[in-house]
């Protein structure tokens, strides 16, 4: 899969993989500007792309980006991530139940289910411990 990347993309990816944390675009922009990406358009075309194959997903509250830890990633349209309201710490959960679940709500009100974008937030462990 990652031998379909373009250059742009790779590099992208790089960034994700060096930082392991969530990323704002500008700030992608900002780390691959001296290796010749000059365009935020540039970056958010590399970001659909990531995207579309699993390998970064969207952190729509925080308008940012995350690289998936997953090999092979079920979470290609939808996502459920647990946010720490503390350090911002995120956590992807992949998990086919919620997908399961909402089906079944939709159903009940005449829809049909198509994908989910999840946020559950909360405090994580050493942030309680903290306090
Ligand atoms: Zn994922
Ligand atoms: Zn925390």
Redesign the pocket.
Known sequence: MIEDLSHNEKLILNVFKKSNKPLKAYQILFQVQKKGIKSPTQVYRALDKLQEIGKVHKIESRNSYLICNNTDCLNKSSVSFLI?N??E?IVEIEDKLFSNHFSKICEEFNRKYTQHNLEIFG??I??SEKK
Do not use: E, G
Request: aromatic share 0%.
């Open positions: 720490c503390l350090c710490k405090t994580c050493s942030c």
